[in-house]
């Protein structure tokens, strides 16, 4: 199959790794897959790990630099010139299914899919991608949408076929140790944290919650965002980790003795499902996404989100039961090793035969 997808930038950032570990698989499955961009929009860290064989088509248009209704109407009709023809041309980030519906239904270079992990909290104040959000499904075949509570979510407020697929974890070779020792564990803690400065990280959340946690344990914070972030705690000593590479972050995963999760609002939340792979205790705020593996009191502990209280509390819980941290790794590992590409991949490439 010849196979297109349309993305909004290849910056780096989790739902892009998605796209392009897809891409790849898919390309080495014998398929033509070509990945459309804005061509100014390239991450060179991200562009790196795409194979050589999938086909990369820039935009002339470039991002806007600042937000204007028109320079966004021109990207649009710019990324779907761009389009090869393709057995289908699949959307991702929600403001790409515009793309998809010139390249589709107005320039007819294949049948339109949208591969769906975003959410209505992404698009607050922002009317035209949230009506794109409700409207878009209508002249795509189907929504493949990477976790169960992202697709329960679409068919909340969008009419049209909507199917699971799923993700996996990559780099799988770099995962997977062993359950962490409780006989290992002793202050100072080390907490983990993998995000970025907007509000609907929660960065703040945390900040907050360690605070007070700090106030009775010894704690010490990672970091880690794809942007430059200014990071301000009472006291509390905290390491910035910029963009780091995969063997980096994966050695950040490992040796800490806690990560915590506390955004709002995640299609999927990979990182959580990183950390059980590496086999740290992980305490997550209810973001929705993560309802796709996470369990409660099981292989993680799940606050609310927003309440940075309750989550120091769970915090303080992990950090001072041994047999807890343990029990959450041990059961974490188990439930990360469920998530393989090459069976969401066999989902993907079945449900195109199927819609062939």
């Known amino acids: 199959m010849r196979l297109t997808f349309i993305l909004s930038s290849l910056s780096l950032g989790g739902g892009n790794r998605v796209v392009v570990e897809y891409a790849n698989r898919l390309t080495q499955r014998g398929h033509v897959v070509s990945l459309v961009y804005p061509h100014d929009s390239a991450d060179p860290l991200l562009q790196a790990e795409i194979n050589q064989s999938v086909q990369q088509c820039p935009s002339v248009q470039p991002l806007p630099k600042t937000a204007s209704s028109f320079k966004n109407a021109q990207l649009a009709w710019s990324l779907a010139r761009a389009v090869p023809h393709s057995d289908f041309v699949i ?10 519906f ?5 320039l007819r270079k294949g049948r339109a899919l949208w591969l769906f992990q975003d959410y209505a909290e992404m698009f607050v104040g922002r009317s035209a991608e949230s ?11 189907a929504a493949l949408a990477v976790s169960q509570p992202a697709m329960a979510e679409l068919r ?9 697929v799923g993700e996996g974890l990559s780099h799988a070779d770099l995962l997977y140790p062993n359950p962490r020792d409780s006989a290992d564990w002793s202050p100072p803690f080390s907490i983990l944290y993998v995000g970025d400065a907007r509000p609907r990280k929660g960065l703040n959340d945390f900040l907050t919650a360690c605070e ?11 970091i880690v965002s794809k942007e430059p972030i200014t990071v301000e705690t009472n006291a509390v000593p905290a390491t910035i980790h910029i963009k780091p590479d995969t063997v980096t972050l994966t050695n950040l995963y490992r040796n800490c003795d806690l990560f915590v999760s506390s955004s709002w609002k995640e299609g999927f939340g990979l990182p959580p499902l990183e950390a059980m792979a590496c086999g740290a205790p992980v305490v997550a705020t209810d973001s929705g996404g993560i309802q796709q593996y996470a369990q409660d009191g099981e292989n993680c502990l799940v606050v609310p989100i927003k ?11 992990v950090l001072t039961s041994a047999d807890l941290a343990q029990h959450l790794s041990q059961n974490g590992l188990a ?6 590409w090459p069976t969401a991949v066999d989902r993907f490439e079945s449900t195109l035969q199927s819609l062939i």
């Open 335 to 340: 439930t990360a090793a469920q998530y393989d």
């Open 91 to 100: 959307a991702t980030h929600t403001p790409t299914t515009l793309s998809s």
């Open 102 to 106: 010139i390249a589709t239904k107005l």
């Open 131 to 141: 009506w794109l959000l409700r409207n878009g499904l209508r002249w795509h075949m």
């Open 307 to 317: 309440q940075p209280a309750k989550l120091a509390a769970a915090i303080s819980r």
């Open 156 to 164: 909340r407020y969008a009419v049209g076929s909507v199917i699971f």
């Open 212 to 222: 007070q946690v700090y106030t009775e344990l010894p704690i010490n914070l990672h």
